[in-house]
């Protein structure tokens, strides 16, 4: 089953029964499988789940940023009314940078190394908003102090390398923001940062997105992030959304095994100290052929004989809160 995306009031992003697949020896891997995501302008969405469940395939996706051996071979990317899936690169150039931004994991593979950090920034400004040479520096200065970088005037002279991991990020949002984007897509953006530095920027993306008014969709492995950041959460499972509903909705009462899996492990402060961890056995599954069934099956500890008959039928605790698995809705996990 697969949980169609339902649509807000005034939709900004309109994805439906998206289909990614990559060319591998061996056959065809399906990354992203049927996934529909629909959210307003200003709305914030995380998409959480394991390594391997087609997180940043989507986002690849969603920016028309797949490697050569990747493609989209089903469904609808429709961003402010306009057909994306299949768009050429002509028609991705006045979107990408400029309307839609993302903000990377790695930020030193972001960033050109034998740039000055002021060219990088200047140079998209310059394109998409036509702005001269005076103007794009001034614009550049104001962004690197919002970004809370200190004497930006002398940070737009240094190259990538001179900066720290936590500097590097803010100059790398700093460009995502240049252009004012609507959406911006943020994949892991505080995987190789410390942790206060992580805490940091993580705030600097929710104020100015609710400041600028941006969509966010923000790619996390880290479930109390996700609570913290977004109004919305999607849980990925084997290249598929297992359930998405409200983030509070979804730790207070979540619906999908997968997903209370996931919350189980996260550590508590009201725990024993020397309480183990829950973990989820085994890993999400390679899908190189499509295969019926509930593929979170084999790791689950609900399964039935159901499961691996037929896709899960989806189904709704709230109009809001909806998910894909045999059992009936609960009220509380």
């Not at 991705?92 to 931004?101: D, K, Y």
Request: glycine content about 8%; hydrophobic content about 45%; some cysteine.
């Amino acid at each position: 089953m697969h949980i169609p995306a339902a649509s807000p009031p005034s939709v900004l992003l309109d994805v439906q029964n998206l289909r990614v697949e990559f060319r591998i020896r061996g056959g065809v891997l399906r990354a992203v499988d049927s996934v529909g995501l629909a959210m307003a302008p200003g709305e914030s969405i995380a998409i959480v789940g394991e390594s391997g469940c087609g997180k940043s395939a989507l986002a690849s996706a969603l920016l028309g940023l797949l490697p050569g051996n990747g493609v989209v071979s089903a469904g609808s990317i429709r961003f402010a009314g306009q057909e994306l899936a299949g768009a050429s690169e002509n028609a991705w150039r006045p979107l990408r940078g400029r309307r839609i931004a993302m903000v990377f994991q790695d930020p030193m593979t972001s960033l050109t190394p034998w740039l000055r950090i002021g060219a990088q920034i200047s140079e998209q400004i310059r394109i998409h908003l036509h702005m001269s040479a005076g103007a794009a520096q001034a614009q550049v200065l104001a962004l690197l102090a919002a970004v809370g970088l200190p004497d930006p005037a002398q940070l737009v002279t240094r190259y990538p390398h001179e900066l720290s991991g936590g500097q590097r990020q803010r100059v790398v949002i700093a460009m995502a923001l240049s252009c004012n984007p609507d959406l911006l897509i943020a994949d892991e953006p505080t995987t190789a940062l410390d942790v206060t530095v992580q805490a940091q920027v993580l705030a600097l993306i929710r104020r100015e997105q609710r400041q600028r008014g941006m969509g966010l969709v923000l790619i996390t492995h880290n479930l109390a992030v996700a609570r913290g950041m977004c109004e919305r959460m999607l849980v990925m499972y084997a290249g598929r959304v297992v359930e998405d509903g409200p983030a509070a909705a979804i730790f207070a009462a979540p619906q999908h095994p997968y997903t209370r899996g996931l919350l189980a492990a996260l550590p508590r402060l009201d725990q024993p100290r020397d309480q183990v961890l829950h973990a989820i056995p085994g890993s999400p599954p390679r899908r190189i052929a499509a295969t019926p069934g509930c593929p979170f099956a084999p790791r689950c500890p609900l399964v039935e004989a159901a499961c691996s008959a037929s896709d899960p039928p989806g189904q709704s605790r709230t109009p809001t809160h909806r998910y894909a698995c045999i059992h009936p809705p609960s009220v509380t996990a």
